[in-house]
């Protein structure tokens, strides 16, 4: 393999591909259409930058996530190694370095880090997790599903905090401030639950690797059968409040995002159910996973139904 494709296996360039994806979606298909006529110069410009810099991090954090999983990647995923192979140590510790800091750098480019400065620490503290997580967290019962959840969570939060502004939510209350927050929390949510469905699916999926090094995951600390009903539960938990969502949006007579939402995400969630009650190896488990990022794709896609509405 050559020294390129590599690097991008390293920093897995799909994932960053669906983080770009979901930050994009949320700016056309939901930013746009709500201020529609009222978009600030320069947005773009900065909408860009964040970009950015959520790629860099999360490709840093995909780095030293390897670096710290060499040895149960032996087990669990030899022939996805790359770090150690093609890839020395020190230059990915380098790499994971340069991108964290980058990322950091665009991050108080974009805003105004006077004004703004919370979105710089966040971001900063998301490289600290995405260490921490990488070096113990994940080894630990449930609190490396939860990090890995918020940050997903927040790929799409930093993008709708840097436009929403707590001066005119608190004093002027616009409606766009507010339907833009309740999408927010909308797709925030989504993409949170359903990765914490699938991070404790990965965790079964894992678990021979994850045993020999001393990992306590759940299905490790649990048990398989407790894990399964613990994710049965987030999967129950999306489907009821995805069904509440269609409630309300139906008496608005969005009729697309309805159709959408019923045959292409809470139709596949009670598939997803049903494959995880009768799982019992691990290309159950694997084939579970791939659906679960179907899922989380097609979740995403649905931003751009609601551009035919706002």
């Known amino acids: 393999m050559k020294l390129i494709p590599a690097f991008l296996k390293l920093v897995r360039w799909p994932n960053l591909i669906f983080i770009m994806l979901t930050q994009v979606l949320f700016q056309y298909g939901i930013y746009y259409p709500v201020y529609r006529n009222s978009i600030p110069a320069g947005d773009t410009l900065q909408f860009i930058l964040l970009v950015v810099a959520s790629l860099f991090i999360a490709a ?109 939510a608190f004093h002027n209350a616009l409606p766009q401030q507010l339907k833009l927050f309740r999408f927010a929390v909308l797709y925030s949510g989504f993409a949170f639950i359903i990765s914490l469905v699938r991070e404790a699916i990965k965790d079964v999926e894992d678990i021979a690797g994850d045993r020999k090094y001393g990992c306590k995951t759940m299905p490790i600390v649990w048990g398989i059968n407790a894990t399964k009903v613990y994710v049965a539960v987030w999967i129950m938990l999306l489907i009821a409040l995805l069904g509440v969502v269609q409630v ?63």
């Open 248 to 310: 309300y949006i139906l008496q608005l007579g969005w009729w697309l995002g309805v159709a959408y939402c019923t045959v292409l995400i809470i139709v596949p969630a009670l598939y997803l159910f049903k494959k995880l009650i009768g799982a019992n190896s691990s290309k159950d488990y694997h084939d579970i996973s791939n659906l679960t990022k179907t899922i989380m794709l097609t979740g995403i896609l649905s931003m751009i139904t609601f551009y035919f509405y706002l």
């Open 60 to 168: 840093g954090g995909n780095i030293i996530n390897d670096y710290f999983d060499m040895n149960i990647d032996r087990i669990n995923n030899p022939r996805k190694m790359v770090i150690g192979k093609y890839i020395n140590r020190r230059w990915a510790l380098l790499w994971h370095l340069v991108l964290s800091v980058l990322g950091i750098l665009l991050t108080a480019i974009a805003v105004n880090p006077f004004s703004r400065w919370y979105l710089v620490v966040a971001n900063v503290i998301c490289v600290i997790l995405l260490w921490f997580y990488s070096a113990r967290f994940k080894k630990d019962t449930l609190i490396g599903n939860v990090i890995v959840s918020l940050l997903t969570a927040w790929t799409i939060m930093i993008i709708f905090l840097s436009k929403f502004s707590f001066f005119d």
